[in-house]
C-alpha cells in the first residue's frame, strides 16, 4: 500500500503541484486548504506524513503543529513545514514546536519529494529496526516498539527527535559534529541545517533533561557539536 501525505495549502496551485510529483513518486496523496480541515484530516485518516503550509486562514500552520504535538494519537506524525516566510526565527519557532523538517518557497518540487522520502525513510529505519533496548542513566529506549521512556515515564518525542536519541545513546561519550548528526537523523544533507539541529536538540533536552539549561545527558562540545554522557 502507498504512503499517505497529506497536503495542506490554500494555495490550490501548489497544492495540485505538490500533489502531481509525489504521486509521481508513488504517494498517495490526500488535500486540504485550511486548517481545521487538516487537523480532522489528520485524525481521521492518519496520515503517514503532512506537509503543512505555515499561513493558513483559521488556524495556521503553527497552530496546527501545537496541536497535533499534544495529541498523544496522532503527536508521532511527521511534519514538514512548507512557508514564504525566510526568517531564522520563523523556523525556529516551526522546529520547536515539533516539525521535523521545513522547506521555504519558491521550492523545486523535486526537492520536496525528496525532503518527504527522507522523513519516511528515517520513520520506516525507525519502526523496522531490529528489536533493540538502548539505555543510559533513567534513559530506555526500545527501538521496536519505538518507544523512549525515563524513569519508567513514556517520553513524547518527535521521529526526529526519537532518532537523534538513538544516534546518541548508542554512541554514549562520543562527540557527533551537526554535519554527522544532519547525515544520521535527516537522511541527506543539506546547507544551512546546523540551525534546525539546535532546536530539535533544544526540544530533546527539554523532554529528558532535569534542568535543560544545564544539561546532564546531551552536552555541548564547543568548537564540534553534541555528545551523550552516561547521565551520572
Same mark, same amino acid.
Given at each position: 500500500?502507498?504512503?499517505?501525505v497529506?497536503?495542506?495549502?490554500?494555495?490550490?496551485?501548489?497544492v495540485?503541484?505538490?500533489?502531481?510529483?509525489?504521486?509521481?513518486?508513488?504517494?498517495?496523496?490526500?488535500?486540504?486548504?485550511?486548517?481545521?480541515?487538516?487537523?480532522?484530516?489528520?485524525?481521521?485518516?492518519?496520515?503517514?506524513?503532512?506537509?503543512?503550509?505555515?499561513?493558513?486562514?483559521?488556524?495556521?500552520?503553527?497552530?496546527?503543529? *501545537? *496541536?497535533?504535538?499534544?495529541?498523544?494519537?496522532?503527536?508521532?506524525?511527521?511534519?514538514?513545514?512548507?512557508?514564504?516566510? +525566510?526568517?531564522?526565527?520563523?523556523?525556529?519557532?516551526?522546529?520547536?514546536?515539533?516539525?521535523?523538517?521545513?522547506?521555504?518557497?519558491?521550492?523545486?518540487?523535486?526537492?520536496?519529494?525528496?525532503?518527504? *522520502?527522507? +522523513?519516511?525513510?528515517?520513520?520506516?529505519?525507525?519502526?523496522?529496526?531490529?528489536?533493540?533496548?538502548?539505555? +543510559?542513566?533513567?534513559?530506555?529506549?526500545?527501538?521496536?516498539?519505538?518507544?523512549?521512556?525515563?524513569?519508567?515515564? /513514556?517520553?513524547? /518525542?518527535?521521529?526526529?527527535?526519537?532518532?537523534?536519541?538513538?544516534?546518541?545513546?548508542?554512541?554514549?561519550? *562520543?562527540?557527533?559534529?551537526?554535519?554527522?548528526?544532519?547525515?544520521?537523523?535527516?537522511?541527506?544533507?543539506y546547507?544551512?541545517?546546523?540551525?534546525?539541529?539546535?532546536?530539535?536538540?533544544?526540544?530533546?533536552?527539554?523532554?529528558?533533561?532535569?534542568?535543560?539549561?544545564?544539561?546532564?545527558?546531551?552536552q555541548?562540545?564547543?568548537g564540534?557539536?553534541?555528545?551523550?554522557?552516561?547521565?551520572?
Amino acid at each position: 500500500m502507498a504512503l499517505r501525505v497529506l497536503v495542506v495549502d490554500d494555495d490550490k496551485q501548489i497544492v495540485r503541484l505538490i500533489r502531481s510529483y509525489l504521486e509521481e513518486g508513488g504517494y498517495s496523496v490526500l488535500t486540504a486548504y485550511e486548517g481545521e480541515v487538516a487537523l480532522h484530516t489528520i485524525r481521521r485518516e492518519r496520515p503517514d506524513l503532512v506537509i503543512l503550509d505555515l499561513m493558513l486562514p483559521g488556524q495556521d500552520g503553527w497552530e496546527i503543529t *501545537r *496541536r497535533v504535538r499534544s495529541d498523544e494519537t496522532i503527536a508521532a506524525t511527521p511534519i514538514i513545514m512548507l512557508t514564504a516566510r +525566510v526568517e531564522d526565527t520563523d523556523k525556529i519557532v516551526g522546529l520547536e514546536l515539533g516539525a521535523d523538517d521545513y522547506i521555504t518557497k519558491p521550492f523545486n518540487p523535486r526537492e520536496v519529494v525528496a525532503r518527504v *522520502r527522507a +522523513v519516511l525513510r528515517r520513520t520506516g529505519e525507525t519502526l523496522g529496526a531490529t528489536a533493540k533496548i538502548l539505555t +543510559v542513566g533513567d534513559l530506555r529506549l526500545d527501538i521496536d516498539a519505538h518507544q523512549a521512556t525515563q524513569a519508567d515515564t /513514556l517520553l513524547d /518525542l518527535t521521529v526526529t527527535e526519537f532518532n537523534l536519541l538513538k544516534i546518541f545513546m548508542q554512541n554514549p561519550g *562520543r562527540a557527533f559534529t551537526r554535519m554527522e548528526l544532519i547525515e544520521q537523523a535527516f537522511g541527506y544533507t543539506y546547507d544551512n541545517l546546523d540551525r534546525t539541529v539546535d532546536s530539535h536538540i533544544k526540544n530533546l533536552r527539554k523532554k529528558i533533561e532535569p534542568d535543560s539549561g544545564n544539561p546532564t545527558y546531551i552536552q555541548t562540545v564547543y568548537g564540534v557539536g553534541y555528545r551523550m554522557s552516561d547521565g551520572s
